[in-house]
C-alpha cells in the first residue's frame, strides 16, 4: 500500500555538483548544489536562490565550472554547501581544496574534482519560483585517472555521490547494472 506524503521534491537521486565562480576580489568561490543538471547537449540548468554570492558572481564574471565532488571531497564539499560565501569570506580557503584559473571562462577549476564542465552563462530567468542560470558548456577537463583504456569517461572512478532530499543523505554511486538502451531490449523482440 502507498501513503500519500503530499507534495515533495522527492525525486532520487539527485546529483552533487559545485559550482565555481570568482568573487569581486579575484578569490575562489564555490558551492555545493544539487537543484540542476544537463538541459541541452551544450547547456546546463542551475536552480538557485537569487541572493547566494555566487550568483552576484554569476552576473558579474558571466561564467562559471561546474564540478562533480568525488567521496573523498565529501566532507570539504558538505561544507561548500553549508557555508555562506556572503558570511565567510574565506570558506573555499578552509577547506584546503586548490583552484587554478580556466583557460577558457573566468572562473576557477578545482583540481581535486575529476571532472568539471567549464560554462559561460548565456540566461537568467527570474521566475516565480525561484531563478534559474542555463549556461553554455564551452569545455570538459577530465583527470586521466577517471579515463578508461579508450580514453572516455569511466563514470565509476569518478567515485560521485548523490544527495537523497528525504533523509538528507548522501550516497556513493559505483556499479555498473547494465548497458543502456541495451539492458531493455529484449521487450523490443515482443
Not at 564555490?30 to 541572493?51: P, R
Not at 558572481?57 to 567521496?71: D, E, M, Q, V, Y
Not at 573523498?72 to 553549508?82: E, N, V, W
Not at 553554455?136 to 577537463?141: K, Q
Amino acid at each position: 500500500m502507498k501513503k500519500d506524503l503530499g507534495v515533495q521534491p522527492y525525486l532520487f537521486p539527485m546529483p552533487t555538483y559545485m559550482i565555481g565562480t570568482y568573487n569581486e576580489d579575484e578569490t575562489v568561490d564555490v558551492m555545493m548544489m544539487a537543484w540542476g543538471g544537463i538541459c541541452d547537449t551544450k547547456m546546463v540548468a542551475l536552480n538557485l536562490e537569487a541572493d547566494h554570492k555566487t550568483v552576484a558572481n554569476l552576473r558579474a564574471r558571466g561564467a562559471f565550472t561546474l564540478a562533480i565532488p568525488g567521496s573523498d571531497t565529501i566532507r570539504q564539499s558538505d561544507y561548500l554547501g553549508i557555508a555562506s560565501a556572503n558570511k565567510v569570506a574565506d570558506k573555499f580557503a578552509r577547506t584546503g581544496l586548490h583552484a587554478v584559473k580556466s583557460e577558457k571562462v573566468d572562473a576557477p577549476v578545482i583540481e581535486e574534482y575529476s571532472l568539471t564542465l567549464e560554462c559561460r552563462v548565456v540566461e537568467f530567468q527570474d521566475q516565480p519560483y525561484g531563478l534559474r542560470v542555463l549556461g553554455e558548456i564551452v569545455g570538459t577537463l577530465v583527470d586521466e585517472k577517471a579515463l578508461d583504456e579508450n580514453g572516455k569517461l569511466d563514470a565509476a572512478a569518478l567515485n560521485a555521490f548523490v544527495f537523497d532530499q528525504a533523509q538528507y543523505g548522501y550516497y556513493a554511486i559505483g556499479e555498473k547494472l547494465g548497458k543502456a538502451w541495451n539492458a531493455g531490449a529484449e521487450y523490443t523482440r515482443k
